[in-house]
């Protein structure tokens, strides 16, 4: 967990084939990444081609049908660069290279060519923040205070406390202790935000932005439709290395984290406005090399969803998307705080494309929302599960925005971490544990079939995390063959959301503003055709209606686009039926 940041059958009618083409490719139009929908696969954990127990790039070539058929525009790689994987990629030692377990470049450029048949652009991960302490640019920077590199990373001298050495200011490493570690043979300190193998580069020094400006370049050449700027808000520290202000509880204490550390703000590490003159930059020479467009997303956990306005640029020239982390991790079964956040992404922020996310490989899956009868949080497979994942992925996908879905999301992959220290992955779980299992719980290997290693890694090979038990029931080749799976709920929202001209691009206006059981919505396309959303966040059946007059929407009757199984449905505005969480969604006429 990343602690503070981190949080928390379909009846088919009238849908088109599910797996038509998305309409706009990653490289034939400049807006394909608008209303768009966007895949992230942690690459270790999608599919073995050769037999290591480990995901690489051969493996992800081999499902792209599957992709396709998904209905999806892009895929977002997370680091497959060389690592010592201390941090699983985002410790990178050579940013010109794929790690040896992944693949090679040629298999990669394979990969861009293939997705590109299908219309699926590629994202790379771009770690800018920092290195791996493997990075040659590291050692050669860490070898004396007076190398050509000495200036790259973020040296400092010791603070010296009654002749003791310490470090110069109490900033944090996100991942527990203290930001800075000791270095003896420049006999000072570096700064790092995450890992201790993770130094933080000096962004204030033109050399070491030309030197990423090249790794940005080197990336478009080879096709690939966009980055995912990680880390994006941290690349500049206080000047002055002011202390940061700690984080009290109601005992007027500073609060303590998993690591047993003081809890401190971030306001001097965290934000910085310079960040957005190098971003400019980026855009610059994106769009100087490319000749097509290449769209930029940030990792931008921010305190609103207003504070995202600014990172699209007082130009527009900065990121197409920022991620909006504010409504996919409200971690709260709370309708009135869904529908405020969602009307602040379409009122808030100059109409620009919101970027919704609800999970990704730093964050438990959507099985984080699920509720007993009673309403009370269970975890994994409730007796709501499938029901509330349609809640959720309904939100995420007919919404006006761009879609980031994470892999297993759509067949119901529920969060697995591990039970016990020993088997622990994720380093920030071994150092945090019990209370901070670490990540291993989302980036467990896809569920591709009811066979052993669920046809992730062929049979007998141990893999790198384990099968979660669950794969018996829960994958792709089953729920391929029952018509009312989550699979095909994600195709048919998919397919909606690229097809319907309402659900694609129309604005969206919230309906029944007092109602705290059951959110809805209307989707209006530009010619008038308007399309309403309900999504009942209760365990009870619901029954709601529409006057949809002050919308100027004259049609009375429905035409059921998707519910959720067994409803009944509706044909009127004056009654809608609800099952407990159900889902329904239909055009006016
Ligand atoms: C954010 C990434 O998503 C996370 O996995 C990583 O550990 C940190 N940045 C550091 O790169």
Redesign the pocket.
Known sequence: M?TSRRFLAATLLALACASALPAQSARESANWWKNAVIYEIYPRSFQDSNGDGIGDLNGITSRLDYLQKLGINAIWL??IYPSPQV?????ISDYYSIDPQYGTLADFDRLVAAAHQRHIGIIM?L?L??TSDQHPWFKESASSRTNPKADWYMWRDPKMVNGHREPPNNWES??GGSAWQWDPARRQYYYH???IQ?PDLNWSNPQVRQAMYSVERFWIRHGVAGFRL??IT?LFEDPQDRDEPYVLGPNGKPLINAYGDKVVQTIYTDDLPEVHTVIRQLRQVADRTAGRKVVLIG?TYLDSVADLRSWYGVHNDELELPMDMEIGFINQWNVPLFRRRINEAETQIDGHEPLFVFD???NPRWDRYQFDASGHSVFGYGPYHDNIGRVLSTILFASRDTAMMYYGDEIGMVTTPPTRKEDVRDP?GIRGWPQEKG?DGERTPMQWKDAPNAGFSPAGVKTWLPIPPTYATWNVAAEEQQPNSMLHWYQQLIALKQQDPALHAGREIMLNTADTHVLSWLRQASDGEAVVVACNFTAQSQTIRFDLQPQRVTGQRLHTLLISPGAPAPDSLQSVQLGPYGVYIGRVR
């Open positions: 990343l997370t680091p941090d699983f990629g985002y410790d991960d770690v923040n920092h996100l991942f935000r995450f890992y993770q990680d880390a941290s990792e990704n490989h730093d920030i990540r």
